[in-house]
């Protein structure tokens, strides 16, 4: 019986100071977010799954910028023909390298790597513009022209703004992404990735010039010296019901568009809609033909708009956690009280809409011996993660909310003082029970003689009788 008691106490001391982690055996143990979860572009897994659900695509990539969630991935990061996308990259080097205010004069070197039949600014040798008109030239309507002006202007050729890039791309993280031409025109190594893409996008809508023009439906470029006003109309049909109405979405913010030299369209596009801005990247899809071999829809721009349903219907932007929000109370171990648990940042993810808290599973990750006193407030104590189903959807440190001290019990000090008053305080207490007892034994007596002479007298008249 003893040997029960003497388990059942250490049980439950090893219960209250051992931090467990609130995982149960079916529930999923703590891993890197970025291995395991869909946070990053560069997360292995994504929050729709695995499954092909665009068939017309070579690649696929959507990523929802605010929250860094990856929202679906098919086949990513395999290489393809970025066509005029190329150009996205073209303006974040010309941004990070020359001011949108500087003039530029068109050389005929530049002018004459540019084939009659493709699409142009109609740019004019000794024409002076400047770099921002160039840049809405070519983003806006693809010319070009205005793609090589502007790399001769930073660079002096063609060849050298390249290299410019192609560091860029490494810059970004980009593993298979090789540019050879400022354009977009057909080279056979000349290729990138939808995941690719997406990272020199995400860098690009840093800037606000970049952002702003990438936006742009209609722009009018001022007179030159050489031209008259120039307008633009962009040739995102998800931005412009000029030409082709069906595909127009207004969700969409913004876009590049690319044709290869085989016909498949290649799309990237922003959208936004309430809290949720999304980078759609869609590689290599051909357009649709009727019988009689007539455009019907242009490859792209369906399975853009397609995804884009599914992320908008479905889906929604949840924070999570909150900077400074107590998630755990934990005991130390000789610590004078508990230790509060909170997070220093904000955390948002997309979730499937109508999920609530209960759906979300929390495991933390203690640092070792980290739950024991003392403990300063700010010191790391453990990691956390935040799991929807088989999917790690944030992560971030717990910090301590609170110090907490060693545990000191009270000790009271006996002076020589206090002992002495201690040993008169028990010689008074034995005096005064001694009095006690001896008021009570005469007390006693007294009674016993008392009733002794009453029942002596109770005899003699008994007797007289």
């Avoid at 990856?70 to 990070?96: C, G, H, Q, R």
């Avoid at 933390?364 to 990691?383: T, V």
């Avoid at 006996?414 to 201690?422: D, F, L, R, Y």
Wanted: aromatic share 8%; glycine share 4%.
């Amino acid at each position: 019986m003893m040997m029960k008691r003497i388990c059942l106490i250490f049980i439950c001391i090893f219960m209250l100071f051992t931090f467990t982690l609130c995982v149960s055996a079916d529930e999923p143990q703590a891993d890197l977010a970025v291995t395991n979860g869909c946070h990053t572009i560069d997360a292995a897994n994504c929050l729709w799954g695995n499954e092909r659900i665009i068939k017309n695509a070579h690649s696929v990539f959507v990523y929802e910028l605010n929250s860094d969630t990856l929202l679906y991935s098919w086949n990513a990061d395999s290489t393809y023909f970025p066509a005029s996308l190329v150009k996205i990259m073209t303006a974040l080097v010309v941004i990070e390298n020359a001011e949108l205010t500087d003039s530029v004069t068109v050389t005929e070197s530049a002018l004459n790597t540019i084939p009659s039949s493709a699409v142009s600014a109609d740019l004019q040798v000794g024409e002076r513009i400047s770099v921002q008109d160039l840049l809405y030239c070519m983003l806006v309507t693809s010319s070009n022209d205005a793609a090589v002006v502007l790399a001769e202007h930073i660079a002096s050729s063609q060849d050298a703004f390249v290299a410019m890039m192609n560091t860029k791309a490494e810059e970004l993280g980009c593993k298979s992404t090789v540019f050879c031409n400022v354009t977009g025109f057909h080279h056979s190594n000349q290729v990138t990735t939808a995941k690719d893409m997406t990272r020199i996008l995400k860098a690009a809508l840093k800037y606000e010039e970049f952002k702003t023009i990438f936006e742009t439906v209609y722009y009018t470029v001022p007179a030159t010296n050489m031209h008259t006003e120039r307008l633009l109309t962009t040739s995102n049909y998800l931005m412009n019901t000029d030409l082709v109405g069906i595909h127009f979405d207004s969700r969409v913010t913004g876009g590049k568009s690319g044709t290869t030299a085989e016909g498949y369209g290649c799309i990237v596009s922003t959208s936004k809609k309430e809290d949720m801005e999304i980078i759609c990247v869609v590689l290599g899809s051909a357009s649709a033909l009727s019988d009689r071999g007539y455009v019907v829809s242009y490859g792209g721009y369906p399975e853009t708009i397609a995804l884009l349903d599914r992320a908008y219907q479905n889906y929604s932007r949840k924070q999570i956690i909150f900077e400074n929000q107590i998630l755990k109370q934990q005991p130390v171990i000789n610590g004078e009280c508990d230790v509060f648990l909170a997070s220093r940042e904000n955390f948002m993810t997309v979730l499937p809409q109508g999920l609530s808290a209960d759906d979300l599973t929390f495991v933390y990750e203690e640092i070792p011996n980290s739950f024991n006193a003392p403990i300063s407030k700010g010191q790391l104590m453990a990691h956390l993660q935040v799991w929807y189903e088989s999917y790690c959807v944030a992560q971030t440190d717990i910090y301590a909310m609170n110090d907490v001290s060693n545990y000191a019990p009270i000790v009271i000090e006996h002076s020589e003082k206090t002992q002495s008053t201690s040993i008169i305080s028990i010689i008074l207490r034995i005096l005064l029970g001694g009095i006690i007892l001896f008021v009570a034994v005469i007390l006693l007596s007294r009674f016993r003689a008392l009733r002794h002479m009453k029942n002596k007298r109770s005899k003699n008249k008994q007797k007289k009788k």
